[in-house]
């Protein structure tokens, strides 16, 4: 019994100890938590604290800068406005000194006036002085003496002046020709052109024909949007790796031909892309023919061009003509002019400054329906050029009469620099077998006698049959071989078809 109960105290006291220990760790782990919440709450404030002086600081350095920079630029503008008043000081000074200058130099000159007229005064009464002497001597006036040395003179003069025309006419009847063509020989030769002609390149050539593919892009958008802004049609056919451009505008076919090679070489070709290629090569491109036109005016020593003159001289750094480049064509033209007007003493300037502006219409964009001669001598015309200018512009394919010697010189000097060896790649063959289509068509119209292709192909000349062709049928026949002319041939510039209809009537008086 005894026993027991000391077991059942002592299992009591187990169990009060055991609870008395599990209170007092409660206790101590609860005061443990408390203290680290305060100590953290502790170091979030001390951190706040220390991000808000950081903020702090920030904005006063940032404020610091500010004011700096605007002390600065205050600075700047008062060293600025310092130099401009001394500058205006200075002009100010040189006014005054200039002002100086042109008093005194007025003062001088009516210094001077005023010496002259006494001096012309003087001579005034020594002239009239010795004038009644001579008079006196020589028994008669001085308006008698002045008609009988005139009449005496007029007499002598007239006829030493018909001899001495006669004698010049021998002269230049005998020498003209041969002149005529030593200063032809003589230009050719001074002149030093390479034997050479530029052509615009209508293909690009491709890495691979896999290209061909990236080139026309998904459901053909590279393409399309490459020929939407330059302006032309780009030919993807069987030929390797080769892609062919077709524009009948030079200036867009380089600008497709240039902008398609820098897509290829970079190869990122999407719709961005080529907007921005294509853009950036436009400017390229008007660059260049706005420097090509300056150039060729400063190498000539043409002065007072316009810059939509030398822009559209320019573009004809594109332009090819028979496989001849245009701007090197005008530029020879405009060598040969001045030198055959040196020779024969006509106006060098305007002769060449004509050769120079004669094809000018080849570079102005625009479309009207007149050819080349006539677009350049209006833009001329419009620009304020000279006269002489202007026709020589105009006439140089005959289509109108040249009004000066500077024109026909342009006249000769675009066929001298068009007829040399190597400046042009059309054949003699192709040539005369264009001549012979035009001829054969016309012939080829009932009624139509003779047929004559004239001026390098430009002009067709037709004689009709008077008797069975009237005037009203004479406009029909016109009309209808200009039509198949250009139905059925490939030509440069425009041709002019004349009919002629004449009517003979013929007696014989016996």
Known sequence: MNSTLV??????????????????????????????????????????????????????????????????????????????????????????????????????????????????????????????????????????????????????????????????????????????????????????????????????????????????????????????????DIIIDDTPEAVVISCFDPIRKEIARVSLERLVQDGRIHPARIEEVVTKVTKEVNRICAEEGEKVVFDLGIHNMSQETIRAL?????????????????????????????????????????????????????ESD??????????AKRLGEDPRVVNAIHSHHGDVEPCCIESIIVQIADAISAARPGARRESLDNYIKRLENLEEIAVSFEGVEKAFAIQAGRELRILVNSDSVTDEDAKNIAKGIASRIEAELRYPGRIKVTIIREMRAVEYAR
């Open 7 to 232: 077991w059942i105290l002592l299992c009591l006291g187990c169990i009060g100890i055991g609870w008395l220990a599990r209170w007092l760790y409660g206790k101590v782990k609860l005061t443990s938590v408390e203290q680290q919440a305060v100590r953290l709450n502790q170091e979030a404030i001390k951190e706040a604290e220390a991000k808000s002086k950081e903020l702090l600081l920030e904005t006063r350095d940032t404020l610091l800068k500010e004011q700096m920079q605007q002390e600065r630029e205050a600075r700047d503008r008062r060293n600025e406005l310092q130099r401009f008043e001394r500058r205006l000081l200075q002009k100010e000074e040189n006014l005054e000194k200039v002002q100086e200058d042109l008093e005194k130099a007025k003062s001088l000159q009516q210094d001077k006036e005023e010496q002259l007229k006494l001096r012309d005064k003087q001579v005034s009464e020594n002239e009239t002085k010795w004038l009644a002497e001579i008079e006196r001597v020589a028994g008669m006036t001085s308006d008698e003496a002045k008609n009988l040395l005139i009449d005496k003179m007029q007499s002598e003069a007239v006829k030493d002046g018909q001899a001495l025309i006669n004698k010049i006419e021998q002269e230049a009847l005998a020498k003209a020709d041969k002149t005529a063509r030593d200063i032809i020989v003589t230009t050719i030769q001074r002149l030093a052109t390479e034997v050479s002609s530029e052509s615009t390149v209508s293909s690009v050539s491709l890495p691979s024909d896999e290209m061909k593919g990236r080139i026309i892009g998904r459901e053909g958008r590279n393409i399309r949007a490459l020929e939407t802004l330059t302006g032309v």
């Open 314 to 366: 320019g573009r004809l750094f594109f332009r090819t003509s028979y496989g001849q480049n245009v701007l090197n064509h005008s530029r020879e033209v405009a060598v040969i002019a001045g030198m055959i007007a040196s020779e024969v003493g006509a106006n060098v300037e305007i002769a060449r400054r004509g050769g120079l502006l004669h094809d000018i219409g080849k570079g102005i964009v625009t």
């Open 370 to 379: 007149s050819n080349h001669a006539e677009m350049g001598a209006d833009l």
